[in-house]
């Protein structure tokens, strides 16, 4: 469905950004089986509002479709548990949290990050839509609520538990479509005196370090202060503080409360930083375009012509699909692309085609060339494929630019 006004202001939405083309869902991977079943495309557009310059996709996918195979636990990486303990440590001690508080968590997973609420022995409630990764959460002794969160629940859960003093939505405000109703059950829950802590990846840094990658049908919005100011301040929220936070490429963790207090962290900093960036205008948002047209034309031309070498890729996540797909590569020009997941591999790649293989094959196939599809892990990948030396082959990353990867004894 194709989306012509803001979905916050209902302002029009025509301030280009980044247009990446008609492409697949980057989380469809294709069975063997169908590889000749053409995958279906969904435009990739992403236009900020000439009134609020929030960013977003002017088109919306079937969720149907997109969320059927869904299956991320985030239980599976140690940093992201260790960034989640870290976390809910600092929140008791700047909110005095005790026996007595209440903490929610929207979209809680597998319960990863409550549970640390759950040992510190303060009351919390998980809101998660997935059945299945809500029951993971409930054997691990995580309350959760299998729910799709907005107004509605927020109001259950407001009269059966009072409000929350720490309402938590962590990677979840890209996600959903109707971005009203989301903030207004924020603020519901949290009541007059809660504190909703939000995190996003910073569009600063998606603009500054070019990582148009992460654009995908999934992600419907791509946060600014300056527009989740806006957002959070029309259902009654002040921002009254801003961490900035290394996680998916540079985050913001934004708190905001009807009762601002404290210390505001990064605010400031935060503020002029995008005013710099021009964000608050739309000029900000101008030469986004061209400078991601350049890096697809240079990764074709890299690859094209091969000239005889062997060339592989590594990583067969989200952002990989956005690149390959809208720089138009395919199998003719990378051969393999390797995955530790079980669940990818035997599968192709959505659009491009790729074979995702295991880290063995991709070894056993000794590439010249090996494109590390997720720069922000490429430093560890690259201490995974060092035996690659023995016979002089290559890591490369593609994304801000064409960059070879030094790779460890
Ligand atoms: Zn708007």
Aim: one cysteine or more; charged letters at 15%.
């Amino acid at each position: 469905m194709s989306i012509t006004t803001c979905r916050f202001c209902a302002g029009p939405l025509s301030v280009p950004f980044c247009d990446l083309g008609a492409t697949p869902l980057a989380n469809s991977y294709v069975p063997p089986a169908y590889a000749a079943v053409p995958d279906p495309t969904f435009p990739l557009n992403a236009m900020a509002c000439e009134r609020c310059l929030l960013v977003q996709l002017d088109h919306t996918a079937d969720a149907t479709g997109i969320f059927s195979d869904y299956a991320y636990f985030s239980s599976f990486s140690s940093t992201w548990l260790a960034h989640a303990a870290a976390f809910c440590a600092a929140a008791t001690t700047r909110f005095g949290l005790t026996a007595r508080s209440f903490v929610a968590e929207i979209a809680s997973n597998d319960g990863y990050l409550l549970k640390n609420f759950v040992s510190a022995g303060i009351p919390c409630l998980g809101v998660e839509p997935a059945a299945n990764v809500a029951e993971t959460a409930i054997a691990a002794g995580v309350p959760t609520s299998v729910a799709f969160f907005g107004r509605a629940e927020a109001a259950r859960i407001v009269a059966e538990r009072g409000h929350a003093d720490l309402v938590i939505a962590n990677n979840v405000f890209a996600h959903v479509p109707d971005v009203n109703d989301f903030a207004a059950g924020l603020a519901l829950l949290a009541g007059p005196r809660g504190v909703v802590s939000i995190e996003a990846p910073h569009l600063l840094n998606l603009i500054a370090g070019l990582q148009f990658d992460t654009i995908y049908h999934e992600h419907f919005f791509y946060w600014s202060l300056h527009a989740m100011s806006q957002v959070l301040a029309a259902h009654g929220l002040t921002v009254m503080r801003v961490e900035r936070l290394t996680t998916h490429g540079g985050s913001l963790r934004v708190m905001a409360s009807a009762t601002p207090r404290g210390d505001a962290g990064d605010l400031e900093a935060v503020r002029q930083a995008e005013t710099a960036a021009q964000l608050d205008r739309p000029a900000g948002y101008a030469s986004f375009n061209a400078r991601v047209g350049a890096v697809l034309s240079g990764l074709r031309n890299h690859l094209r012509p091969t000239n005889g070498r062997r060339i592989a890729a590594y990583g067969a996540a989200a952002k990989g699909n956005t690149l390959l797909n809208a720089a138009g590569i395919t199998a003719a020009d990378i051969a393999m692309v390797a995955d530790r997941n079980p669940a990818k591999q035997g599968r192709l790649l959505p659009g491009s085609r790729i074979p995702v293989v295991t880290p063995e094959e991709l070894l056993a196939f000794r590439p010249d060339e090996v494109l590390i599809l997720p720069w922000n892990i490429a430093p560890e990948v690259a201490g995974e494929l060092r035996a690659i030396r023995a016979w002089g082959g290559r890591l490369l990353v593609a994304v801000p630019t064409l960059t070879e990867i030094p790779i460890p004894a």
